[in-house]
């Protein structure tokens, strides 16, 4: 047989199978043909090098924020995904039902990589976000209308995998806890997960936390005081291990303002491993502090979680959390989305979202991804020295950290 795409000499590694072996991999129109110990490179048209690499399923970042153009704080998923290794960006709530057309038109489906996204409850989706701008999108709740938002979701079925709130004094205001319940009554109805973002109280995580569903999934998992899911003692609160118990799904979302090394360490420590590791990635933390899936991996590699379920968390978990079997894992006749990443060693300064600092002696880094069977190199893959270059964004405009990003 003769093959488009031969992935050669790497150590694959895919959790959802159990998978963790030298093999090569091949691919054929678009899915993986073979994978076997040794394949004939004259039986493929191309071969990659994947010597002293990792080949594993294309990475899923289950929050991030790509609606860019149309919303304040999205970024650009096709300039990341060969320098993260991911073929697969859910967008967390960047878009309402007011907009959702609009982010699915001009962004969804002119995008090379895959993007898939939760529809959030508020109408109008994130409008006001930046350094100098912050209007909660649910602090409104004329905005927050459940029967729009079911509407939403079986408009763009085959693209939407759940419902999104964000709660809390900076995305709500003082409208309390309503919008998670609202929130709750789409998704129940839609047939669908809720994921809900909580920052600092009201209303706080123990109101937000019993209504979660099993499925549902809480983002910002480890975000630092107030809110933090541990005591000042370091010790689990309780109505996080309920939740845990109860089937709720950890999800770390980095972001500008959501991990804390030390609340990290602390859930480790109890045997609180996060279920899904995502970025959060937005146009004011993608130059820092989470800069991407692949860094923020890389941080709980740090932190002490073993390399293959730091691999599970950003492969089979998500995939299972978004009810998309056919992604995140690596078998004869699946979808040919792989990434290829490197650990090197070295010494990285990685910083979380209150400023406190974490030396690395290893990184994760990605070679390329192969994205529907097409190699697609990391051009960057040389230049690992972003987290050394952070540069937090405070007292820039919009428009300068857009320009930044995009270019002008």
């Not at 790497?10 to 159990?18: H, K, L, Q, Y």
């Not at 990685?350 to 880094?365: E, N, P, T």
Request: a negative charge; hydrophobic letters at 45%.
């Amino acid at each position: 047989m003769q093959f488009d795409l031969l992935v050669k000499g790497g150590r694959v590694i895919d959790p959802a199978s159990g998978l963790d072996a030298p093999r090569d991999l091949a691919i054929a129109d678009g899915r993986i043909a073979a994978i076997d110990a040794a394949i004939d490179a004259e039986h493929a048209t191309r071969v990659i090098d994947a010597r002293d690499c990792i080949v594993t399923p294309g990475l899923i970042d289950v929050h991030s924020h790509v609606y860019w153009g149309g919303t304040s704080l999205g970024v650009d998923a096709d300039r990341l995904a060969a320098k993260s290794g991911t073929t697969t960006f859910v967008d967390a709530g960047s878009a309402g039902a007011g907009n959702f057309l609009g982010f699915r038109r001009h962004v969804i489906e002119r995008s090379k990589v895959r993007i898939l996204a939760y529809v959030n409850i508020s109408f109008a989706g994130i409008f006001g976000f930046s350094q100098t701008v912050s209007v909660g999108e649910c602090s409104d709740l004329g905005l927050c209308e459940p029967r729009e938002t079911v509407a939403a979701v079986r408009e763009h079925a085959d693209v939407v995998v759940g419902v999104k709130v964000r709660s809390g004094r900076h995305a709500g205001g003082t409208s309390g806890i309503a919008p998670v319940d609202l929130a709750l009554e789409a998704a129940d109805k839609s047939g669908l997960p809720l994921m809900a973002h909580i920052d600092e109280p009201p209303p706080g995580r123990s109101e937000v936390l019993p209504r979660l569903r099993k499925g549902d999934i809480l983002t910002h998992c480890f975000r630092p005081f107030p809110n933090a899911p541990v005591f000042a003692s370091g010790a689990v609160r309780p109505d996080m291990r309920l939740a845990r118990e109860r089937g709720v799904i950890f999800d770390i979302g980095h972001g500008m303002g959501s991990f804390d090394f030390e609340v990290a360490k602390a859930m480790l420590r109890d045997g609180l491993a996060p279920d899904v590791i995502s970025s959060d990635v937005h146009l004011y933390c993608v130059d820092g502090p989470a800069f991407d899936i692949l860094v923020c991996m890389s941080k709980l590699l740090a932190l002490g979680m073993p390399l293959v379920e730091v691999l599970r968390a950003a492969t089979q978990r998500p995939a299972q959390a978004i009810a998309r079997p056919d992604l995140g894992t690596l078998k004869v006749g699946g979808i040919g989305d792989v990434a290829v990443l490197r650990q090197v060693p070295g010494r990285f300064t990685f910083i979380d979202a209150v400023g406190a600092s974490l030396i690395a002696d290893q990184r994760l880094v990605s070679d390329g991804i192969v994205l529907g069977g097409k190699w697609w190199p990391n051009e960057t893959a040389g230049d690992i020295s972003e987290t050394e270059r952070f540069e937090a964004h405070a007292h820039r405009t919009h428009v300068e950290v857009a320009a930044r990003h995009f270019g002008r």
